[in-house]
């Protein structure tokens, strides 16, 4: 599609006899085939703009269009055309790892995926005759991400994908959301994990207090609110040593170029924020 996977303006969510807005006022764009990382503190309104994209939630104000029509024009067949991995997986326990994926696939009208495939990209498939309810809770979040992607969705929607993963299967996971980006599909991702969110996000909104309090690509948030320079780490006179040296003077600096004629520099890095810090700087600055 040429438009925009989401188009969301001035959405505002309240629930029955609650004071406070869930979500004020809210307006963002979802670029197709991009990564989107919807980021911030519990209770900012994440989940509630989840459901409301997701049809699950239908009492809002605002326009939201969803792959090109208004949200209010879908019906049952969005569902054949998304993709959803929330954080509590949901599987039959009875049912083998393979039965479940079958008994999902047979829902869609259109192609799916191979499910034997999905399995051995989920690292399933020595699991694909365990009952799913025997399963670790890492293995289940693996399943609940492959039953995601059985549709061939074009609009992903995922919520800690990596939960419960070991550092290895968590990198198998960010490069399978990443690989349906590459193939022109369209992630809304939520997640708590910082280090997920920058590796795969094009795009990462900050959302505090129902609103979105900035947009900005990870390198742009880092890059933001870093600063100039670099930190010079060296093996000092009394033992290990660090000094920062501004950009502009590094190359001329005659402490640094003696600290290198030396060979005693170690390790050179820039000041530039972690996402962890920006999202704290972020979310004090909107609080």
């Known amino acids: 599609m040429s438009g925009p996977a989401i188009d969301v303006a001035a959405l505002n969510v309240r629930y029955p006899g609650s004071a406070r807005a869930a979500v004020r ?3 963002f764009t979802v670029r197709s085939g991009e990564v989107f990382g919807f980021l911030g503190p519990s209770g ?12 699950l939630l ?7 269009a969803v792959l090109g029509r208004p949200l209010e024009d879908w019906g049952s067949d969005l569902y054949q055309r998304i993709g959803v991995g929330f954080e509590l997986p949901a599987y039959f326990g009875r049912l083998t790892a393979r039965e479940n994926l079958a008994a999902f ?65 968590a990198a198998m996971l960010r490069d399978l959301v990443r690989e349906q980006a590459d193939q022109g599909r369209t992630v809304f991702l939520t997640t708590h994990d910082m280090a997920t969110a920058d590796q795969l996000c094009d795009r990462v909104a900050f959302v505090v207090d129902g609103r979105i309090a900035a947009v900005d690509s990870p390198r742009g948030f880092r890059l933001g609110h870093g600063r100039a320079g670099v930190v010079v780490e060296y093996r000092g006179d009394a033992g290990p040593a660090r000094r920062e040296f501004s950009v502009a003077d590094l190359a ?27 999202f704290a700087a972020v979310t004090r600055k909107a609080l």
């Open 25 to 27: 006022d809210m307006s």
């Open 44 to 55: 900012a309104g994440k989940s509630s703009t989840q459901r409301v994209l997701t049809r």
């Open 105 to 169: 696939a047979a829902l869609y009208r259109g192609p799916t995926a191979d499910v034997d495939e999905l399995l051995e990209r989920v690292d399933l498939a020595d699991a694909a005759g365990q009952r799913a309810g025997t399963l670790s809770k890492g293995m289940r979040m693996r399943l609940n991400l492959a039953r995601a992607l059985v549709n061939q969705p074009e609009l992903l929607f995922l919520d800690e994908p990596t939960s419960g993963q070991d550092p290895v299967r």
């Open 252 to 278: 001329q600096d005659p402490a640094f170029a003696e600290l290198a004629r030396q060979g005693r520099v170690e390790t050179v890095h820039s000041r530039e924020a972690s996402l962890d810090e920006v």
């Open 58 to 64: 239908r009492d809002y104000q605002g326009r939201v």
